[in-house]
């Protein structure tokens, strides 16, 4: 009987908990049961404690018993409902505890499914795979997801926690011109994707495609499902299982290589155009994409990215490439702003040896500038990109034509170099007056 009642932590966590008084460390460990079993979609669990448990015992005796009343009827009532709240309280707590790992099941498509699955790929000319942040998950490493894919041969886009999954410069790989991909596909494999905003609904896919989809959640594979698109195989299932098995039933099979390299030569020829873009000069200030490409050439392959941004973030992810599998930290669906300073800190310690980037907008930075002075004092060394437009730009574009007004999406072009020289770290400011030492100034933070 946990009180599942605030509304705060509900839309961040797979389930909010608050034991009750008795016997609430079982509870506890029974949340975190409930969040890798009933959901299977890993995912934050908020568990709240009464605070007195989280003090010594002999402590929070000496507090509830401070006065004992024993002369009168109403005194000793009183004791006895103090002792007998202090033994609720800690009820069980000496006792010795089964800490052995919970069984975890991962569910699986079945034999059937990927058959069927098998059959509608063999027959199809021009088929698509997109990949969202699930298919980084356990149990499957993503070496052997990348193998899997590149032995597929089927053009992929990447999304979320899956960009940089096939590497730097793979030919599989398509990072433009998703909608006009979708429309001209005859077989589309959602491979935890979610139709949500991001695919319109569902209404970027065609309808005249097959369409499987694998999703370990039952509410994210049937999003939308027969409004806007229909799917010819929903498999509640992890989607890189689903992947690595369907390799090994398919092996001997092609892709037309006529519809990898069409979308490949889209790909580059969309990409030529961004590159021109970015050598455009601008009225005033930076061209965000120069930056960018900049930033792109001179990344090592040991880098992690962790994208903390709205519209600066979002130019970002169709230009720099991650160089590996799971070297892009994704801030999710809606973009989560705040993210940067912690992902930055746990990629850092987790990888000590690669290259850390930070890719903020200015608005997003003000959530988790104040970290540099935890990277400072422990001696974590990351480098943060700043893009400073003074301004929520990715609010204020749509929100100019809808409303007529720009209120509340204005910021100022603030030294935000100058608040992390203050908190011990190196500030660099690059601006429209120094650009011809662009390179100069990021290899100046990479040193």
């Known amino acids: 009987n946990w009180s599942i009642s605030w509304r705060a932590p509900r839309p961040f966590c797979n389930v909010p908990v608050a034991p009750p008084i008795s016997n609430t460390g079982d509870s506890a460990i029974w949340a975190f049961f409930i969040a890798v079993t009933v959901f299977v979609t890993p995912g934050p669990v908020f568990v709240e404690f009464p605070l007195d448990i989280l003090y010594p015992y002999h402590l929070v005796e000496r507090e509830i018993l401070r006065n004992v009343f024993t002369k009168s009827l109403k005194g000793k009532a009183l004791n006895w409902f103090l002792r007998n709240y202090l033994r609720n309280l800690f009820a069980g707590a000496w006792e010795i505890q089964d800490l052995s790992p919970l069984p975890v099941t991962i569910p699986e498509a079945t034999e059937a499914q990927v058959q069927q699955c098998v059959e509608l790929i063999s027959r199809a000319r021009k088929p698509v795979i997109l990949l969202g942040s699930q298919v980084t998950l356990p149990p499957i490493p993503a070496s052997k997801l990348r193998e899997a894919l590149e032995e597929l041969g089927i053009p992929c886009f990447l999304g979320g926690m899956a960009r940089g999954m096939l590497g730097k410069n793979s030919p599989l790989h398509i990072r433009q011109n998703r909608r006009e991909a979708l429309k001209e596909a005859d077989l589309v494999i959602l491979a935890g994707t979610v139709c949500d905003f991001r695919l319109s609904y569902g209404r970027t896919l065609s309808k005249h495609s097959k369409i499987i989809a694998v999703n370990r959640n039952r509410e994210q594979l049937f999003k939308n499902a ?25 092996k001997g099979y092609s892709c037309p290589q006529d519809w990898v390299i069409s979308l490949k030569e889209a790909d580059q020829r969309k990409e030529k155009t961004n590159r021109e873009k970015a050598e455009e000069p601008t009225e005033q200030h930076l061209n965000p994409l120069k930056l960018l490409h900049h930033v792109d050439y001179l990344l090592p392959e040991d880098s992690l990215l962790v994208a903390d941004g709205g519209d600066f973030v979002g130019s970002a992810a169709y230009i720099i490439k991650p160089r590996g599998p799971l070297s892009w930290l994704d801030p999710g669906a809606f973009g989560t702003l705040g993210v940067g300073g912690g992902f930055a800190l746990g990629a850092k310690l987790c990888r000590p040896d690669s290259e850390v980037w930070i890719l903020y907008g200015d608005g997003s930075l003000g ?11 422990h001696r974590i060394p990351v480098i943060a990109l700043v893009g400073n437009d003074a301004c929520w730009t990715q609010i204020s574009r749509e929100q100019v034509p809808l409303l007529g007004s720009n209120v509340a999406c204005a910021l100022d072009y603030l030294d935000y170099h100058v608040v992390v020289e203050g908190l011990g770290g190196k500030g660099l400011l690059l601006t429209r007056q120094n650009e011809d030492q662009m390179d100069d100034i990021i290899r100046t933070a990479q040193s």
């Open 226 to 250: 027969y409004f806007h698109w229909t799917p010819n195989v929903a498999i509640k299932g992890d989607a890189a299982l689903f992947l690595v098995c369907l390799n090994q039933k398919l």
């Open 367 to 377: 959530f988790s500038i104040m970290e540099f002075d935890t990277f400072v004092r």
